[in-house]
């Protein structure tokens, strides 16, 4: 069984630095890209940002470019999101992902993932 276990949400000013991590567990964690999404309060979700197996290569959404950092540590089974330049619009619940091997469509679609975590609650104030 997969199981995905994000943490390190909290309550931050602007501009305060935070890191997600997302442990996992039940599966080969280092064959397989990592995403993390987020649902701000009354929206839908929204990608946030993707890195593929190896670290190789990452995607950002346009709203966190520059500001957010995904990273992972395929010793750990941890793939991690370095959050810095905090907004308040940057409140959200986190949640970080599995994506599904030999998926050939976009990474920033949710369908790419097969596994979620439950989410950590970051809020911003201003």
């Known amino acids: 069984q997969v199981q995905l276990v994000e943490s390190g949400g909290a309550l931050v000013q602007a501009v305060g630095p935070l890191r997600l991590p997302c442990a996992v567990s039940?599966?080969?964690?280092?064959?397989?890209?990592m995403g993390w999404f987020r649902q701000p309060p009354g929206k839908e979700g929204e990608f946030v940002a993707a890195?593929?197996?190896?670290?190789?290569?990452?995607y950002y959404a346009d709203s966190v470019k520059g500001r957010f950092t995904i990273s992972r540590d395929n010793a750990k089974n941890t793939v991690y999101l370095q959050m810095d330049s905090l907004k308040p619009e940057d409140t959200a619940v986190y949640y970080c992902?599995?994506?599904?091997?030999?998926?050939?469509?976009?990474?920033?679609?949710?369908?790419?993932?097969?596994?979620w975590g439950q989410g950590t609650q970051v809020t911003v104030s201003s």
């Open positions: 039940g599966r080969t964690f280092s064959m397989h890209n």
């Open positions: 890195i593929s197996w190896n670290g190789g290569s990452t």
């Open positions: 992902a599995v994506a599904r091997r030999g998926y050939t469509g976009s990474v920033y679609q949710t369908g790419a993932y097969s596994y």
